[in-house]
């Protein structure tokens, strides 16, 4: 679920002080009950690592959320993001990273590797305060450490998994671009291009309101 960013909120990230202050803001914005849920979250960043987008990947239990790979890179490779920060909350209020959390760092670093998208931190925040991995050193650690590297038949896995998500990107792209031409014409109505093209309701009503402009 892509989160809501303000124009504040859409700034360069200097350092792991300016991502909590952020994802502080967003944790905060849940009810008291949705809180104590463990909440993923990506943070897209560009070259300049001014933030694209933050994107919540999955809610587990009050001490548990599973996530895949996959998760963490569709919205990255979508929005053409060269480098990701991972957070998630501990509801507990215990900031020290686990096990599972070291071990998903690890094997995120590693895939990032593959498709050239850099892990270059993980925060695990509250509602008052957080651990950077990076801070830490973790990252360096894990990053150099000989754990979960990558074989050539997960390599050449990967690698097509990251072409198939750029060839959808593209079709997508195609689509928008035939559906803003359709509408020039004023022969059909936004929701006859909508079928005609395969859009969905949201992409097409981004279309309408760039248009609009």
């Known amino acids: 679920m892509n989160v809501r960013l303000t124009k504040d909120q859409k700034i360069q990230i200097a350092n792991s002080d300016d991502v909590f202050g952020i994802m502080q803001q967003i944790l905060l914005r849940e009810n008291r009950i949705g809180r104590i ?15 694209l987008f933050i994107e919540l990947l999955a809610l587990g239990n009050d001490n548990r959320v599973h996530i895949k790979a996959p998760q963490v890179f569709r919205m990255a490779i979508y929005k053409n993001a060269p480098k990701v920060i991972l957070v998630h909350n501990h509801p507990s209020g215990v900031m020290k990273p686990g096990e599972d959390d070291l071990k998903t760092t690890d094997r995120l ?105």
């Open 37 to 51: 849920q463990e909440h993923f979250w990506i943070v897209g960043l560009d070259k300049a690592h001014k933030i």
């Open 109 to 213: 670093l590693k895939a990032g590797e593959i498709i050239e998208i850099d892990v270059i931190d993980h925060l695990i925040i509250s509602e008052k305060t957080y651990f950077g991995f990076n801070q830490a050193g973790l990252i360096e650690e894990l990053r150099n450490n000989g754990a979960y590297r990558i074989v050539e038949r997960d390599r050449a896995e990967l690698e097509k998994w990251r072409l198939d998500q750029e060839k959808e990107k593209g079709a997508l792209e195609e689509k928008k671009t035939l559906a803003k031409k359709l509408l020039a014409l004023n022969t059909m109505s936004a929701e006859e291009i909508r079928k005609l093209t395969g859009l969905g309701i949201r992409e097409m009503n981004k279309i309408l309101k760039e248009l609009e402009k």
